[in-house]
C-alpha cells in the first residue's frame, strides 16, 4: 500500500586484518581503541581478527598492554562505559561461556585487578583464541568488548575467510605491502575500509558511508546524505521551436529520415 524507500545500515562481523606487513605495536593500539570504544556497542567496531599463523599469542598479550595503556582502571573509569542492557551483558557472557567450554582460550583483560560491581553493567574486555567457527561467537555480531583472535596462512586465506561470511559493513586491513593491500581491496567487498587505523572511514565527509548486502543499502554523509534524504524532481520545459512535432504520427518519409539520422547518432 505504502512504497517506503530506504537506505538501511546495518552491522555485521567486520573483520580486522594484520598483514605480516603491519607495525604491530601501532596496529594492536588502533584495534584496542576501535575494539573498546563504546564497550565494542558501534556498528563499525572490528568484530574480529585475523594474524599471521603462529601470532595469535603475541597479539593477544601486545593487545592486553594496549588495552592497559588506554585503560588503566575500569570500574569507576568513565572512559570505559557499561553494556547497554541486563539481557545484551547476558548475551556476551553466554558466548564466552560458549566458547570457554568448548576449548576455546579465553583471556580477560583486568589492568588493575579490580572486581566488577554486577550492578555496573560493565563487561571486562576478552579476547578469545582458537574459537570453533561454529560458535555463537564467530557466527553473530557480537557488539561489545570481545574479540576473537584467527590465525591465517597466506593473504589467498584470509581473504576466503572474508568471503565466506556475510558482506560486512567495515573492513580494517594493516600493513605496508601495496601488493597484499591492494588484493584485500579489490577481492573482498565491505562497506567502507580504513587502511593502517580502525573506523576513521566514517567521519570522512567526502566519501559516502554505508553498508553492503547484509550490512546495509544505500549511502550517507555529506553529498551522499543530501541525495539519499532528498527527492530530485525533474522538470523538461520545451522551447517554442521544437522538432518534437516531427516524432508524430502519422509516419512517412521524413520521419524515416530523421528515425534514421538518430539511429546513427546514437
Known sequence: ANLTP???ELGGKSPA???PSCDLDAAVLSIAYGKLLNAGQTCIAPDYLLVPKGQAGTVAARLATAIAKLYPTLRDNPDYTAIISDRHHQRLRDMVTE????GADVTEINPAGEEL???SGKLLPTLVRNAGANLRLMREEIFGPVLPIVE????DEAIAHVNGADRPLALYWFGRDSGNRQRILRETIAGGVTVNDCMLHLVQENQPFGGVGASGMGA???EWGFRTFSKEKRVFMQSRLSAGSLLRPPYGKTFERLFSLLRHIT
Open 99 to 102: 566458547a570457554r567450554d568448548a
Open 117 to 119: 560491581d554486577a550492578n
Open 152 to 155: 591465517y596462512t597466506g593473504i
Open 220 to 222: 550517507y554523509h555529506g
Open 6 to 8: 530506504v537506505t538501511l
Open 17 to 19: 586484518i594484520f598483514d
